[in-house]
């Protein structure tokens, strides 16, 4: 793999550049200081992941960003930020690293691309999400409480209420779907702090992350209302199919199962083939590949690939990819693997799946009227 940083010593010190290149044989890093420089480089040689410093001596950063989109569609782009990113390198950069940037940070964000490359090999897939002109950020509060509740276990209802807080518009829709019929038992919800209270911090975790996912407007073509709607019914089934070790991960990767739909030139799977683009990714695929570049964890991004698919799953028991599977069946209404689910011993547990998604279901139906 290869992997090229851009930046001055003051932001990629050469010790940790140097740290990436011992880590393993197959990765050939670079260095320049110079987006010039950088340029000419990937011009004359395809990478595979670049790793941008927050400011560059002769350009804008995202200048170098737009240039590689343009240039090597395929790379992954990485940006290490300062305190207030400007809103262009949000929107070119696949991922963020804070500064200063950490070690153990770094050499988990270029493993994990790798591994992303070697489920997802598929070079046409890279490329056209590469293109996308206004690809969807990653979830900046959803991933800042992910933090907060990982590093602290004493963070407490007040603390995440106040992190909601800070995006206004996020805090606005967390609080409309608090109050949706699937939360609220018929009461009503004034406050982020009372919301955290009663639903918990899983379940707040979930309604940040759909918040978030379904507030991105690069298609109009799309209902995105129902495709969230459908989304939180999933999320809840799938959370209810695995044990508590597990349900997060289920939860998150149900919730965000057809994300891929909100790109640009995306193939609906479920959709009539002949209203399709014969030659356009799959959305499982596609939404897989971008929570990939966002570092979401690996069992959701398999999941998400192999939704619609579950027996090519790496791991051959019922777990994360298989409750997404008959989670998001039964939430859209389709038919359920039962020959996979009857090879992994929980075909009999399908009646009483599907009886919850019913309940489920009505109360979106409900809402909606």
Not at 145 to 157: G, K, M, R, Y
Not at 287 to 308: N, S
Not at 330 to 359: C, F, I, N, P, S
Request: charge should be negative.
């Amino acid at each position: 793999m290869r992997i090229l940083f851009v930046g001055g010593e003051d932001s990629l010190p050469s010790a940790l550049v140097a740290l990436v290149g011992d880590m393993d044989d197959s990765w050939q890093v670079q260095r320049t200081e110079t987006g010039h420089d950088a340029i000419a480089r990937i011009a004359d040689t395809p990478q595979d992941v670049v790793v941008v410093a927050p400011t560059l001596s002769d350009m804008p950063v995202a200048t170098l960003l737009g240039q590689i989109r343009t240039l090597r569609p395929e790379t992954s782009r990485i940006a290490a930020i300062g305190s207030q990113p400007g809103a262009r390198v949000l929107s070119l950069a696949h991922r963020f690293l804070p500064m200063p940037v950490g070690d153990a940070q770094l050499l988990e964000a270029i493993g994990s691309l790798e591994e992303l490359r070697e489920l997802l090999d598929n070079p046409a897939l890279r490329e056209c999400i590469g293109q996308i002109e206004k690809l969807p950020s990653p979830p900046q509060t959803y991933l800042a409480l992910s933090h907060a509740l990982e590093a602290d276990e004493d963070t407490n209802a007040n603390d995440i209420a106040q992190l909601i807080a800070g995006d206004p518009a996020i805090a606005a829709k967390v609080l409309q779907l608090c109050n949706s019929a699937y939360f609220s038992a018929g009461r009503t919800i004034t406050d982020l702090r009372a919301a955290v209270t009663r639903i918990g911090l899983s379940t707040m975790r979930d309604l940040v992350l759909a918040s978030e996912v379904f507030s991105h407007s690069a298609r109009v073509d799309i209902d995105r209302t129902a495709m969230q709607q459908r989304a939180l019914v999933a999320s809840q089934l799938a959370r209810r199919m695995l044990p508590e070790s597990s349900a997060e991960l289920g939860a998150t990767a149900a919730l965000l199962a057809d994300i891929g739909l909100l790109l640009p030139g995306i193939r609906d799977e479920r959709a009539d083939p002949d209203t399709q683009p014969t030659d356009a990714p799959g959305h499982t695929e596609a939404g897989a590949y971008l929570l990939g570049l966002w570092g979401l964890p690996m069992p959701i991004i398999e999941a998400v690939a192999f939704q619609r698919t579950p027996a090519r799953s790496g791991t051959r028991s019922f777990w994360v990819t298989g409750a997404v599977h008959v989670a998001t069946a039964l939430a859209a209404g389709e038919a359920v693997d039962e020959d996979y689910l009857q090879r992994t011993g929980m075909l009999d547990k399908l009646e009483g799946w599907r009886g919850h998604a019913e309940r489920l279901l009505g109360l979106a139906d409900t809402q909606a009227a």
